[in-house]
T-cell receptor, first 114, second 112 residues
């Protein structure tokens, strides 16, 4: 149980384009979803937290206008990287949590901006 | 001082060995402790979830929490090459809090 599906797993796009990443909880209702960024050989860096139907809460230093998060249902959250540039290239991982249960993670999206 | 300290490794052990992975922390308010396993280019997978002090066992994995020493451990018995991965500890103050504090992760290599 507690499966989180994340798509796409890898995306390459040109600088200036926008990229949308989907995160779905398949067998539980994710009252809260989280978006992380991970650099090579480093730990997870929390970008933002979203509760279903509410605006996301962004961590300090994360540009909310660049990283748009939508959590429209209890099973789906999306992260849109707007006007992506090479410095936005990274591994993005989502997680979901039901009530007071631990977080379960998706398999991540490798984003490469040319 | 980081809130959670974890030796990055790499830790290399022969197949069949008992592996001990550890994290120390400074915030005495932490009550929930998690261990995740992360394979290369994959998301973290929850291995163990414990509350407060004590031991919890699940198959070849045992998690220990010593709140008096602010020290948690994950033991892997009969380690296998498939256990080669990065192991992340994570902690939170409450079950409902939205922030986990992660360790940097320990890279484990189990040699066949």
């Amino acid at each position: 149980g507690a499966v989180v599906s994340q798509h796409p797993s890898w995306v390459i796009c040109k600088s200036g384009t926008s990229v949308k990443i989907e995160c779905r909880s398949l067998d539980f209702q994710a009252t809260t979803m989280f978006w992380y960024r991970q650099f090579p050989k480093q730990s997870l860096m929390l970008m933002a937290t979203s509760n279903e139907g509410s605006k996301a809460t962004y961590e300090q230093g994360v540009e909310k206008d660049k990283f748009l998060i939508n959590h429209a249902s209890l099973t789906l959250s999306t992260l849109t990287v707007t006007s992506a540039h090479p410095e936005d290239s990274s591994f993005y991982i989502c997680s979901g949590r039901e009530s007071n249960q631990p977080q379960h993670f998706g398999d991540g999206t490798r984003l490469s901006i040319l | 001082q980081k809130e959670v300290e974890q030796d990055p490794g790499p830790l290399s052990v022969p197949e069949g060995a008992i592996v001990s992975l550890n994290c120390t922390y400074s915030n005495s308010a932490f009550q929930y402790f998690m261990w995740y396993r992360q394979y290369s280019r994959k998301g973290p997978e929850l291995l163990m979830y414990t509350y407060s002090s004590g031991n919890k066992e699940d198959g070849r994995f045992t998690a220990q929490v010593d709140k008096s020493s602010k020290y948690i451990s994950l033991f892997i018995r009969d380690s296998q090459p498939s256990d080669s991965a990065t192991y992340l500890c994570a902690m939170s103050v409450t079950a409902g809090t939205y922030k986990y504090i992660f360790g940097t992760g320990t890279r484990l290599k189990v040699l066949a």
